[in-house]
């Protein structure tokens, strides 16, 4: 599960001056469901899941993944999260076994468990075919399906994706969103960020649509439709936005 | 403190590097082949400069040119002056000043017109050199001209003695001779100590510099920094491994410099080395080699946190490129004749082991001195480690744009 209460992020920029790229945000999100984060560049999508990532610390707030808290257990979130964005590259001079095997091991799994594990999820992902060959020799396919390998490896319980589609094409798109949709139905938690509402309209069990660091809306699309009185997400979240401008 | 991640990293970044051919160039390729050419060719043309000899005695090209002004009525001596056939003399011109100033000519040598009969004479008389000082070979052949007419003085006195029948001890009652009392292994440790310290400095962060921007900068611009901190390894471990590898490849570099200058060396000059009484000692060479190590691990980290902060690997070569000059220049210093170690100078980073690696060299193993360097320096490493750790756990650093 992940839950997080008046999370805030702010940062101070020396021609801009304060930055609140996350401000105040509550939302939670249960096993089994993927929750999606709905708003357009510059929203705090990336900035509120790098918080949770425990890849940034956040200025005021909390949150919990898994049961553990993201200020005082930073390490165990990080073991039961897999983090995927379109900023998390591979080693371009590492196969897509040693990259996989790498971060395998920095989970602390060891040979008797971490070689069964990646037999098989090279088996799943079809990647046995190029699992000697180096990531900058990868197409795009490839290398995703290297990376929803390394995020995998340690079967964590919660699933961050940050933007993964972005910048892929169609037949790539779709087989991340399938495994996203797979995390889903197997019973992980599922935070998802994206700015395509075909997505999120497809995928999502709720939405959050968030703009200028704050949430304005939450709910299942159902409700957000009730909510907003118009049927398609791409209506609810220009409504939801001007609304609150 | 659990050592397996950082274990894990450091042989991931170590496959990693060592697959770049960059760092293959940087780490193999320069200090064994592009260091030991460019300094025996600077050797080699440094040599063939100094010689000065004429290649041909009769044509007497490459021989410097030399004006001669006077001397008409000095027949014997201007003679002497062309047996000698170490110059090319030019007749006299009045503007022989502009002439040297121009590097036409090396030197002038101006004779009196009566210097001969004067000197036979016994009467006081003069022979000038003009010169253009400062300017090396204009130097040179001042000093063979000197050495030549010096020669000639004591062998007009020994000459007037003896037709007085006076004894040679007149005019030279006393004999100075020099006696070296150092050991060779003395003698080769003084000579490296200049040399060998700065070699190893420059070589340990030459090393050091292509690595560290590969693991920090490199992976800031490649995108795999945010892979990496999203994996649940501390972010001291994950410093430490990289460290570890700069330190390695650093290491590596210097020793592989050493090996390869030295044996360039021996092969280039086996003759004129098997003539000088050199032996090196193992014990200092090792000592050397160990006072290397927190040093190596200063500018190891140092580089690493320079790399973490810049925002790409082309900011991270425009800070460091600096630091190898700010890095090379004490050690230039410390082989300054004159230069000694004192305690003051213990505290100064790079400085210190370059005065103490001059002192062990030269087989002065003064413990005090040895402990003050070690421990300042193993101080200033681990002000670096830790600075390198913590400027990886700053966002501000890591995500700066």
Not at chain 1, 3 to 19: C, F, S
Not at chain 1, 170 to 177: D, E, F, Q, Y
Not at chain 2, 249 to 265: P, V
Request: charged share 20%; aromatic share 6%.
């Amino acid at each position: 599960m992940i839950e997080a209460r008046q999370l805030t992020k702010v940062y101070h920029d020396r021609k801009r001056g304060q930055i609140r790229a996350v401000d105040g945000v509550n939302f939670r999100c249960e096993p089994g469901r993927i929750f999606g984060l709905l708003g357009v560049n510059g929203a705090g999508k990336t900035t509120c899941l790098r918080l949770l990532a425990t890849i940034l610390r956040p200025t005021s707030g909390a949150a919990s993944i898994n049961g553990f808290d993201i200020l005082t257990e930073p390490e165990q979130v990080r073991s039961s999260i897999g983090f995927l964005s379109t900023a998390t590259a591979l080693y371009g001079r590492l196969t897509a076994f040693e990259v996989v095997e790498y971060f395998g091991r920095l989970h602390g799994m060891d040979d008797r468990i971490l070689r069964p594990r990646m037999d098989a999820l090279f088996q799943t992902l079809g990647m046995n075919e190029f699992r000697d060959r180096r990531c900058d020799k990868l197409s795009t396919g490839m290398k995703q399906k290297t990376s929803i390998a390394r995020t995998l490896v340690h079967d964590p319980p919660v699933m961050i994706f940050d933007e993964p589609t972005l910048g892929l094409d169609v037949l790539t798109a779709r087989t991340v969103l399938g495994f996203i949709q797979e995390c889903g139905r197997r019973g992980k938690t599922v935070i998802f960020s994206t700015h395509a509402m075909s997505e999120a309209e497809r995928l999502c069990d709720s939405i959050a649509i968030i703009h200028g660091g704050r949430i304005l809306a939450d709910g299942t699309l159902a409700q957000l439709r009730k909510r907003a009185g118009v049927e398609h997400l791409e209506d609810i979240f220009i409504k939801t936005v001007e609304e609150q401008a | 403190m659990n050592l397996r991640p950082i274990a894990i990293v450091y042989r991931k970044e170590l496959r990693d590097l060592l697959r770049d051919w960059r760092a293959i160039v940087s780490i193999i390729i320069v200090p064994t082949l592009v260091v030991p050419v460019v300094i025996l060719g600077a050797i080699h043309f440094a040599g063939q400069a100094m010689k000065e000899a004429p290649k041909n005695n009769l044509t007497m090209e490459g021989a410097p040119k030399v004006m001669l002004l006077g001397g008409e009525g000095s027949p014997e001596t201007v003679a002497a002056l062309r047996r000698l056939k170490k110059f090319d003399l030019a007749p006299g011109s009045s503007d022989f000043t502009n002439l040297i100033s121009n590097k036409k000519i090396r030197a002038a040598v101006e004779i009196p017109k009566d210097f001969d009969a004067a000197v036979e004479g016994e009467r006081k008389t003069a022979i000038r050199i003009y010169t253009y000082d400062g300017e090396p070979k204009s130097m040179q052949t001042a000093q063979q001209l000197q050495d030549f007419f010096q020669h000639r003085r004591e062998e007009m006195v020994r000459r007037h003695l003896l037709e007085r029948m006076l004894p040679e001890t007149l005019a030279t009652p006393f004999e100075i001779q020099r006696a070296n009392v150092a050991s060779p292994k003395q003698v080769s440790g003084a000579l490296l100590g200049m040399i060998l310290p700065y070699l190893m400095i420059a070589m340990c962060l030459a090393g050091a510099i292509y690595p560290a921007i590969d693991l920090t900068a490199g992976e800031k611009e490649r995108g795999t920094l945010e892979t990496l901190l999203s994996s649940p390894t501390p972010r001291a471990h994950l410093v430490l491994g990289k460290v570890l590898v700069v330190l390695t490849i650093s290491l590596t570099t210097a020793a592989l410099a050493i090996f390869s200058n030295g044996l360039a060396l021996v092969l280039a000059h086996s003759g004129k080395l098997a003539k000088m009484p050199l032996a090196l000692d193992p014990l200092a060479l090792a000592g050397a080699c160990v006072m290397m190590i927190p040093l190596a691990v200063f500018l190891s980290s140092v580089a690493i946190a320079v790399g973490l902060f810049a925002r790409s690997a082309k900011e991270a070569g425009t800070y460091l490129q600096p630091m190898l000059l700010l890095a090379i220049i004490p050690a230039i210093v410390a082989a300054l004749p004159g230069v000694e170690f004192n305690y003051g100078l213990a505290f100064i980073p790079v400085l210190n082991i370059s005065l103490l690696c001059k002192e062990l060299l030269a087989g002065a193993w003064h413990w005090g001195h040895v402990a003050a360097v070690f421990g300042s320096m193993t101080f200033y490493a681990t002000l670096a480690v830790a600075a390198a750790v913590a400027l990886f756990k700053r966002e501000s650093v890591l995500f700066r744009t």
